[in-house]
């Protein structure tokens, strides 16, 4: 497709479970970041992917947070254990390096009850 | 201190207004710097590119001043339909040019 798409939209949950978010970013795209936003809140954000370079972690909020990013392309978003904190929606976005046009995914929004 | 900086709002303001918005960053190597636009439980797009020289995109004028490192987005005769977040969006330098977002302001713009 000509976006980022993520899945799934939606995700309930129940406390203590894990959960697996998707990104697939715009093909060529090298540049890919997760990031977090809760409800009237600003944008947290949470890793990004730049090539082969190592990713930047420095965002995870904790070790019940990680992600992977294979071949180059997509991506997933782990969240073990979640807690009713992790509720949030999760945006995924990517570019090429420095230029404009970072593209967000429509998000995935996770309820953790 | 934040990375990129912005006052979170809310500018309530009646429509036709001029309304102003700033944002500073602290990284003084950064490269690019654009200004998106988040609409309510959407996710946020781009509003503008910002140059050094300034540049305009109809009531939108976006400028930057290196020197005391700050952007800002200037939006004239205010509609109802610019109500929304404005992110300011700064990227670093080098191979890396990690892209970061600020937290947003809001605006509400009212009849």
């Known amino acids: 497709g000509a976006g980022v798409s993520q899945s799934p939209s939606n995700k309930v949950t129940e406390k203590g479970k894990d959960v697996e978010l998707r990104c697939d970013p715009i093909?060529?795209?090298?540049?890919l970041y997760w990031y977090r936003q809760s409800l009237g809140q600003g944008l947290e954000f949470l890793i990004y992917?730049?090539?082969?370079?190592?990713?930047?972690k420095s965002g995870l909020p904790s070790d019940r947070f990680s992600a992977e990013r294979t071949g180059g392309s997509v991506s997933t978003l782990t969240i073990q254990r979640t807690q009713q904190e992790d509720s949030a929606v999760y945006l995924c976005?990517?570019?090429?390096?420095?230029?404009?046009?970072?593209?967000f995914g429509p998000g995935t929004r996770l309820t953790v009850l | 201190r934040k990375e990129v900086e912005q006052d979170p709002g809310p500018f309530n303001v009646p429509e036709g207004a001029t309304v102003a918005f700033n944002c500073t960053y602290s990284?003084?190597?950064?490269?690019?710097f654009f200004w998106y636009r988040q609409d309510c439980r959407k996710e946020p797009k781009l509003l503008m590119s910002?140059?050094?020289s300034g540049n305009e995109d109809g009531r939108f004028t976006a400028q930057l001043n290196r020197a005391s490192q700050y952007i800002s987005l200037l939006i004239r005769d205010s509609k109802l339909s610019d109500s929304a977040t404005y992110l300011c969006?700064?990227?670093?330098?080098?191979?890396?040019?990690?892209?970061?977002f600020g937290t947003g302001t809001k605006l509400q713009v009212i009849p």
């Open positions: 976005a990517s570019s090429l390096p420095g230029l404009a046009g970072t593209i």
């Open positions: 093909s060529g795209h090298t540049a």
């Open positions: 992917f730049q090539g082969n370079s190592a990713p930047d």
């Open positions: 990284n003084s190597a950064s490269q690019s």
């Open positions: 910002v140059y050094s």
């Open positions: 969006v700064v990227t670093g330098s080098g191979g890396y040019q990690k892209v970061t």
